[in-house]
């Protein structure tokens, strides 16, 4: 195994963080829940941070050439000559909020894959709108989209928040699952909104898509969200993209979205997506090692939990079905074994009997973790 990223901090040092993975439950409990990597930043995005504290520059963000190195990596990355200007939002779900104003009205209905990222629910209630659910079906290699599922929840919809690389799964779509979503779409006038903020952590061996790089009027009219918070670590610096097909709705987009930006987000995202490629690769690389050696780890100590190799993210889906453990095991595992899980549960009912762990860690803390969690007896 080569020297990994996640092993240039000790758990004391990681301890020393404010943010809410670190500060959210006691010193003793190891925190592998929210999406957040133990990792230093990447030298560029340090020095453009710096310089910015040096010269007082903390104002209102204003988005000089964020957009265009998205654009830049984009073309090099996925190959997509992103045709449109991207739009600065303060985060991506900030991004989504903006995308279903535009292109829904008042009770309208959006279809929803659950288990899926929880904000989801929550941003299109608090819309007026009504979630329309079509769940993932479990398949020999994990959950996948139910896309005969998907295109009879398509017939009474406007929207569709397809995420993708998909949280919690980490699936990654293929050429044929998107364009079955897309040939849907056309059919039943669906505007679809994409959020691809983990597609910059592709597994080797899978290749992300842009929807908007198909071939169909859906993929014209969507909005991709994106974003360098979750590949560089950078969440709590505020600032992610939509980007607009060319034949999507832009101007009843809800106007100054970019108010909600962090300056710094900016400014360490622009230098993230233009200088900082090197430094994901790395992550991707130790990223790769993490989720074989978790694979390794659950096969030896808890051969009854159920996993399959996340394609894209640095998210774990687990199983727990066979455990004993009930409908919320990261309930058990935190009081029982002191360690933090997200509850599968909050991706909606159909993750009973799941946890999402996050493995962006070192191979010791990893390892430390599922110790734990096969040290607990029910």
Partial sequence: ????????????????????????????????????????????????????????????????????????????????????????????????????????????????????YPPFFAAVEQLGLQVERAPLRATPTGMRLDLDRLEESFATASAFLLCNPHNPTGHVLTDDELSAVARAADLHDVTVISDEIHAPLTMPGHRHIPFATLDFESAARSYTLVAASKAWNLAGLKAALVVPGPAAAVDTMPDELWARAGLFGVLAGTAAFAECTPWLDRVVEALDENRRLLAELLADRLPDVGYHLPEATYLAWLDFEHTGFGDDPAAVLLERGNVALNSGLSFGVEGAGYARLNLATSPAVLTEAVERMAAVTV
Avoid: H
Wanted: aromatic share 10%; hydrophobic share 45%; net charge negative.
């Fill in 1 to 116: 195994m080569s020297d990994s990223v996640f092993e240039t901090y000790s758990l004391a040092q990681l301890r020393r963080r404010n943010s809410v993975k670190w500060r959210m439950y006691p010193p003793d409990v190891l925190p592998l829940w929210v999406a957040e990597m133990d990792v230093p930043l990447a030298e560029p995005i340090v020095e453009v941070l710096r310089e910015a504290v040096d010269r007082g520059d903390t104002g209102y963000a204003f988005d000089a050439s964020f957009g265009d190195a998205f654009v830049e990596f984009a073309k090099q990355r996925y190959g997509w000559s992103v045709p449109t200007t991207p739009v600065l939002v303060g985060d991506v779900m900030a991004g989504a909020t903006a995308a279903l104003t535009a292109c829904t009205r008042r009770g309208d209905r959006v279809v929803c894959t659950p288990p899926v």
